[in-house]
T-cell receptor, first 112, second 115 residues
Framework: LAKTTQPISMDSYEGQEVNITCSHN???????ITWYQQFPSQGPRFIIQ???TKVTNEVASLFIPADRKSSTLSLPRVSLSDTAVYYC?????????????FGTGTRLLVSP | DAGVIQSPRHEVTEMGQEVTLRCKPI?????LFWYRQTMMRGLELLIY????????DSGMPEDRFSAKMPNASFSTLKIQPSEPRDSAVYFC???FGTGRNTEAFFGQGTRLTVV
C-alpha cells in the first residue's frame, strides 16, 4: 500500500504562495495523486488530482516529477480562508476498489 | 444534488446506549465510505462499500460497530453498546466509480458524544 508523508504544519501570510510537498515513495504505476482540503467542522473536500507532470485548476496547481515519488500542491496568493488541513492521498486499491486512506495531513495557518 | 446527507448532525447519548448514524449518498454514486475523526487518531476509514456490498471493514474498531447498506441510497453505522471512547465526528462519503482517480464527496458529519 502506498503511504504518504507530509509536513505536520505550515505557516504563511496572506498573498503568499504556499507549496506543500508530499512524499509517496511506494506509489504504484497506476496510482493517481489526490489532494483534499478540510476546514474545521467540515468534511474533506476534493481539491485537485493528477497522474504526472502538472495539473492546474481554479484553486491550485499540482506538480508531479517524472519519478512520481513526490508531489507538490501549490496554492497561489493564499488568503485567511485557506487556513485548513491539506491531505495528500495516493491510489490504494488493494481489493480492486479504491480505498480512501487519509494520513495526518498538513495544517496550514494563514495569518494577516 | 444536495450532496451527501448525514443525520443526525449531533448526537449525545449515555454510555451503553445504541447509536445509529445515517447517511444518504449522492444519487448515482456506487461507493460509500464511513470515517471517524478524532484529534488523537485523525481521520480513520472504518468501512467502505461498493454497489451496496461491504468491500473492506478492517477499520471497524470492534464488534460493537456494524454498518449496513440495504440499498444504493442509504447506509447506517451502528454502535451497540456505545462507550465514551467512541466520541468523535463520523463522516460518510460517496463516490462514483472504483478506479484510482475517483473523487469522493463528504457529508457534514455527525458529532457523537458519549457520556
Amino acid at each position: 500500500l502506498a503511504k504518504t508523508t507530509q509536513p505536520i504544519s505550515m505557516d504563511s501570510y496572506e498573498g503568499q504562495e504556499v507549496n506543500i510537498t508530499c512524499s509517496h515513495n511506494n506509489i504504484a504505476t497506476n496510482d493517481y495523486i489526490t489532494w483534499y482540503q478540510q476546514f474545521p467542522s467540515q468534511g474533506p473536500r476534493f481539491i485537485i488530482q493528477g497522474y504526472k507532470t502538472k495539473v492546474t485548476n481554479e484553486v491550485a496547481s499540482l506538480f508531479i516529477p517524472a519519478d512520481r515519488k513526490s508531489s507538490t500542491l501549490s496554492l497561489p496568493r493564499v488568503s485567511l480562508s485557506d487556513t485548513a488541513v491539506y491531505y495528500c492521498l495516493v491510489g490504494d486499491t488493494p481489493t480492486g476498489f479504491q480505498k480512501l486512506v487519509f494520513g495526518t495531513g498538513t495544517r496550514l495557518l494563514v495569518s494577516p | 444534488d444536495a450532496g451527501v446527507i448525514q443525520s443526525p448532525r449531533h448526537e449525545v447519548t449515555e454510555m451503553g446506549q445504541e447509536v445509529t448514524l445515517r447517511c444518504k449518498p449522492i444519487s448515482g454514486h456506487n461507493s460509500l465510505f464511513w470515517y471517524r475523526q478524532t484529534m488523537m487518531r485523525g481521520l480513520e476509514l472504518l468501512i467502505y462499500f461498493n454497489n451496496n456490498v461491504p468491500i473492506d471493514d478492517s477499520g471497524m474498531p470492534e464488534d460493537r460497530f456494524s454498518a449496513k447498506m440495504p440499498n444504493a441510497s442509504f447506509s447506517t453505522l451502528k454502535i451497540q453498546p456505545s462507550e465514551p471512547r467512541d466520541s468523535a465526528v463520523y463522516f460518510c462519503a460517496s463516490s462514483f466509480g472504483t478506479g484510482r482517480n475517483t473523487e469522493a464527496f463528504f457529508g457534514q458529519g455527525t458529532r457523537l458524544t458519549v457520556v
